[in-house]
């Protein structure tokens, strides 16, 4: 199903940003709130994926060698679906860190939800916990 429907059937804001992809306001149950990007589907010889990503922070400088270990670990020891990435250098030198999902485009509507609702709830956990390094602190 369509990005586009499937954010119709679930009564979720969105937009379209320059790259074609979806720009999803996403409200967990204890009230906070993300953006969670979504892409259309990428395809290679047998599979067709939809990737789901949410940023976490936007560390100043080089990303600590610590954090990055925890992060890794983390994928290893906690995470069901996806990880994290950097997503690029904003232009005042900060490095985006974001938590991706990929999930078939033949999904289930409950299980693009779950994703969603999974990328969301952990970009904004760390977020939170990296609060201090945005800061500068």
Known sequence: ???????????????LDREGDFRVSVKL???RETIVGISPAVANEKIRVRSMW?????????LPDSLA????????????WGGW??????SDGRH????????PASSSIRMFKE??????ETAI????ALSYLEEGV
Do not use: C, F, H, Q
């Open 29 to 31: 149950d204890d009230g």
């Open 125 to 128: 956990n760390l977020r939170e």
């Open 115 to 120: 994703a969603l609702m999974y990328t969301a």
């Open 96 to 103: 985006v860190l974001v938590y991706i999902t990929r999930i």
């Open 1 to 15: 199903m369509p990005v586009e429907r499937t954010l119709r059937r679930l009564d979720l804001e969105y937009a």
């Open 85 to 90: 990435a950097l997503a690029g250098i904003t």
């Open 69 to 80: 270990e925890n992060l890794l670990a983390d994928v290893w020891e906690s995470r069901i």
């Open 54 to 62: 949410s940023v976490a922070g936007r560390i100043p400088g080089k």
